[in-house]
C-alpha cells in the first residue's frame, strides 16, 4: 500500500490523525498510534508499535494485537459492505451539491 509514505506494508495499522511523512517506511503488522508524526524518511520496522511526536518504538506487536486488528478490520468491511446494501454511496461517486 502506497500513501504520502514510501512504503505501508501489508497488515500495519495508522492510528487517526497519525501523519507519515513523505519517504517514511511502515513494516507489515506495525502499529502507528493516533496523532502519531513518522518524520521524512523514518522507518518503521515490521511488528512494531511506534508512537509519539517523532514516533518511537515503544513495543513488539504481540499476537493479541493482531488478533485485535484482524478483527477490527473485519468490522470495517462489514459496515462497508453494509453500507453500500443500503445505498449509500461511496464518497468518490457522489454527485456535487450545488446551490
Known amino acids: 500500500m502506497y500513501k504520502n509514505g514510501k512504503q505501508i506494508g501489508d497488515q500495519a495499522v495508522i492510528g487517526m490523525g497519525a501523519?507519515?511523512?513523505?519517504?517514511?517506511?511502515?513494516?507489515e503488522w506495525?502499529?502507528?498510534a493516533e496523532g502519531s508524526v513518522v518524520k521524512l524518511k523514518q522507518m518503521i520496522p515490521l511488528k512494531i508499535v511506534a508512537a509519539g511526536n517523532p514516533a518511537k518504538?515503544?513495543?513488539?506487536?504481540?499476537?493479541?494485537?493482531?488478533?485485535?486488528?484482524?478483527?477490527?478490520?473485519?468490522?470495517?468491511?462489514?459496515?462497508?459492505?453494509?453500507?453500500?446494501?443500503?445505498g449509500v454511496m461511496p464518497l468518490d461517486n457522489r454527485q456535487h451539491l450545488t446551490s
Do not use: Q
Open 19 to 27: 501523519v507519515i511523512s513523505i519517504w517514511s517506511e511502515i513494516g
Open 30 to 32: 506495525a502499529i502507528v
Open 57 to 86: 518504538i515503544i513495543r513488539d506487536v504481540s499476537e493479541k494485537d493482531k488478533k485485535f486488528w484482524s478483527w477490527e478490520k473485519k468490522i470495517y468491511i462489514y459496515l462497508a459492505k453494509k453500507y453500500l446494501d443500503i
